[in-house]
């Protein structure tokens, strides 16, 4: 069980980090009579509805019982993403011959200091969610374990703190499969796997959504055998089938074994070994690893928070229970992020804080449906995607024409040497108005940037034909699709229509 307040290993990075989001000589102010908003959980809805709050005037606590930033600056976004760069440099290293560049042999990765750098850039980032910099900003920081008491009460280290308003931004976390032997074999999670110093050389990976085929990945090109197990028969199961083929093949070209259609239906140990029992289209085989990580199984933390006393109805398994403003049974309290949302994005709680703030004071009928949330799973290429997909269209019964448009036929791709992804566009049959859309490519999440716009605005996919972009970007892809959408404009008559006009002009 992980310790309050504490991260391993207790470096030099790891204590700067701690001493940011975690200080040990914090001392908990004195509590108001009584709050605007108190706000349980400072990850990213948390902090976001402690600092909206406060800047507007309101008087805020924010309450955390382990550190401050939540999963994404701790164990999710910054450190993965910070481990998914140091493998992406050595598969360029690796692949460099490809592009003219001989390299020596015998470069390799040195995993401890790949993990050094983690914590560090992690250490470097966390002053912006530090107790210290929220108290700058007007908010009172409690830390501590928070309880509800009442309707209007929470209590934290013996304090009692009274509200008007309150926000539930507890979040998730790992849980274990229920594997026989799993426990006892030992495995890691995303809230562990970052306390590594050296190299797994043998790594099964159960669960190929996005935490799984990310963290395969990036262990694969650092160096370690990478088993990726997953129940279904294809890799992240809920992106376009698509763009999960091309990422497929990518994880296969790093060298990671994919297994999929399998279940486990046990794990021992063997010595130092750990050896996964699987059932793959009616066999059965052994797999002998040194370490697994599971990259599936989720629990909002709604237990031991004092939610009864609160009138607040809640899932253990599901979370929180929130009408579409995101308040709670206790027309008082509200709820954002992991906890209570489907969508469990940091970007997404971010969005889901502020309407908190939105509907909490000023009478505001933000709804959580109404927010166009893009996403990006982080592989290489990644996948972008926002809206619906076509099978959500097909649940919908809302017809669709996809303009699709290949990476091969990109200048920029074709340089770069990346033409195995896509652009593609879902419209409103018979019209322009984008309504879902998927991108595979290297940079694939800055890419969908201006389609997530598209779909804000309501702007339809004819209006990126005159929008100039510099030449060669891959961001002409796009541009190509709206192309292919005009065309379908110009119907036999309108082209008569042309041919007329033209001839016409003097």
């Known amino acids: 069980m992980t310790q309050l307040g504490v991260v391993q290993p207790q470096d030099e990075w790891n204590q700067r980090l701690v001493a940011s989001v975690h200080p040990r000589d914090w001392v908990n102010p004195r509590p108001a009579s009584r709050y605007d908003m108190v706000v349980l959980g400072a990850g990213t809805a948390g902090l976001v509805t402690a600092v909206v709050s406060a800047g507007l005037g309101a008087r805020v606590a924010l309450v955390e019982r382990h550190l401050m930033g939540g999963d994404c600056l701790n164990v999710g976004c910054v450190p993965s993403k910070t481990l998914i760069r140091s493998a992406r440099a050595a598969a360029d290293v690796r692949d460099a011959t490809r592009f003219g560049v001989e390299v020596p042999a015998g470069v390799g990765v040195d995993f401890a200091k790949v993990m050094e750098r983690v914590r560090r850039v992690r250490a470097e980032i966390s002053p912006h969610d530090s107790a210290a910099r929220y108290a700058e900003l007007g908010v009172d920081v409690f830390l501590g374990e928070g309880r509800f008491t009442g309707p209007q009460a929470l209590e934290v280290a013996g304090a009692e703190l009274r509200f008007k308003r309150a926000c539930i931004a507890t979040g998730a976390r790992a849980v274990a499969l229920p594997i026989p032997g799993l426990a006892e074999a030992g495995y890691l999670t995303n809230e562990t796997i970052f306390e590594l110093t050296a190299l797994p050389p043998r790594l099964a990976v159960i669960g190929a959504g996005p935490i799984g085929c990310e963290l395969a990945q990036a262990f694969a090109r650092l160096g370690a055998r990478v088993s990726l197990i997953e129940v279904a028969p294809q890799v992240l199961i809920r992106e376009d089938p698509d763009a999960a083929a091309i990422v497929s093949e990518a994880l296969v070209r790093d060298g990671i074994e994919l297994v999929l259609g399998a279940n486990v239906s046990r794990i021992e140990r063997r010595g130092a070994a750990k050896v996964l029992h699987l059932g793959v289209a009616g066999t059965e085989r052994e797999l002998e690893v040194d370490e697994i990580l599971v990259g599936i199984g989720r629990a ?78 982080y592989t290489d290429p990644e996948i972008a995607h926002v809206g619906m997909y076509a099978r959500d269209a097909e649940a919908a019964r809302v017809a669709l024409d996809t303009y699709t448009t290949p990476l091969a036929g990109n200048d920029r791709s074709r340089a770069e040497g990346e033409q195995g992804g896509f652009v593609k566009i879902h419209v409103k049959k018979g019209g322009d108005r984008v309504v879902g859309a998927t991108i595979v490519a290297r940079h694939a999440g800055e890419l969908i940037a201006p389609l997530a716009v598209a779909m804000s605005a309501g702007y339809g996919l004819g209006r990126f034909v005159d929008l100039i972009l510099p030449y060669p970007t891959q961001t002409e892809a796009i541009k190509a699709a709206a192309g292919a959408y005009t065309r379908t404009r110009l119907t036999p008559a309108a082209a008569r229509v042309l041919r007329t006009l033209i001839r016409l002009a003097r």
């Open 300 to 377: 909002p933390n709604v237990v031991g928070i004092g939610l009864e006393a609160a009138g607040v109805a809640f899932d253990p398994k599901v979370g929180v229970t929130v009408d579409t403003q995101l308040r709670t049974a206790n027309r008082r309290i509200f709820a954002a992020g992991d906890v209570c949302m489907a969508t469990k994005f940091t970007h997404a709680a971010d969005a889901a804080a502020k309407l908190v703030v939105r509907n909490a004071f000023f009478f505001g009928r933000g709804r959580v449906a109404d927010l166009r949330v893009p996403w990006c799973t």
